[in-house]
């Protein structure tokens, strides 16, 4: 991979010089291991003048939750492990001759940006944007392999739960089984808390576990995913427990399903975020659901669980080919429950059998 990040890393200079800088800092985790490959805690990556160096507190371990840094690249350790990473590459920078410096402010704090003016009062300051992000959105296939390799570890972990007996047991105790059998099956971790929900707390977006036990008749509501090398994908389901489902469960799962897939179906590249938006919610709306949906349909994955482009209804932009996203539609009843669906995809161009689907556990309704 030292060639891909040395290739990612050159564009970024590129577009920097275009800009008028000399040089770049990168100091939020996810971009940093994306241009370099790891991201040891508290690590900033500086490009140019000169040589790249990725500027550590501490000596990388090389731990998979981290990455492993491009060996190509220079590691400096800094001599003092509290000292800011940030203050000593704008030092470090001025030093090499840079004239200008263009830093991720979206991720420094006011008190670190007056420090790095401190340091090199020399050097300015320029906002390098979102750059770097915008750039992680397509895909490369090593990338996409990894989140395959994510989604099988989901699916496996998400098909063992079911084989057990869920009535009784708790929406905490669920989650934390969960995420334990995610790292059997060789996750980094979760790429997110996941959310187990039961009952009337079913089909909410962001549901916290709680002691809540379950019972029978039940929607039960299960979102996780597994981080494997750093790329995290996403699966949600909703089952019936221990009973045949009712009517109206049967009717807004279906509605629900029908939702998802009209949002799947219209992942292509070309495609409007939010007319991805408007063919899944438009369903839900009609059918009365309107109120209390979700901003957005779903969103990109990759290094962080929640990354552009973002599926809204206000939503400027379209997809790509190998952009990775979830369609995650969901309607929640207060006081009775509800369905979330939501599965990781790959736009994928219709000659190539359009959209790719990675997360594969089955989406019929079970009764458990």
Known sequence: MSEVHAVRRGLLRDRCAAAGSAAALVSRPANVRYLAGGAPPGAVLLLGPGEDVLLCPRAPTGEPAHGRPDEALRIDLLPVPDADPVVAAAGLAAESGAGSLAVEEHDLTVARHRAMAKAAPRLELADLGFTVEQQRIVKDEEEIGCLRIAAEITD?????????????????????????????????????????????????????????????????????????????????????????????????????????????????????????????????????????????????????????????????????????????????????????IDDTLVVRPEADGGPELLTMTTKELLAL
């Open 156 to 340: 496996q972990a998400l098909g063992e739960l079911l084989e057990s007996i869920l009535v009784g047991r708790t929406e905490r105790h669920l989650a934390l089984e969960l995420e334990r059998r995610l790292v059997d099956h060789g996750a980094d971790g979760p790429a997110f808390a996941t959310s187990v929900a039961t009952g009337p707390h079913s089909g909410q977006g962001r549901h916290r576990p709680s002691d809540r036990r379950v019972e029978e008749g039940d929607f039960l509501s299960v979102r996780l995913g597994a981080s494997y090398h750093g790329y995290r994908c996403e699966i949600g389901r909703t089952f019936v427990i221990g009973t045949a489902p009712a009517e109206w469960q049967i009717e807004l799962y279906d509605l629900v399903f029908a939702a998802q897939r009209a949002g799947r179906e219209a992942l292509a590249p070309g495609a409007a975020y939010r007319d991805v938006d408007h063919a899944a919610r438009h369903l839900l709306e009609s059918a009365g659901h309107g109120e209390g949906l979700q901003p957005r349909t779903g969103h990109g994955v990759g290094l962080e669980i929640e990354e552009d482009p973002q599926l809204a209804p206000t939503a400027m932009g379209k997809l790509d080919a190998c952009v990775p996203v979830t369609v995650e539609p969901g309607v929640h009843l207060p006081g009775r429950g509800g369905v979330r």
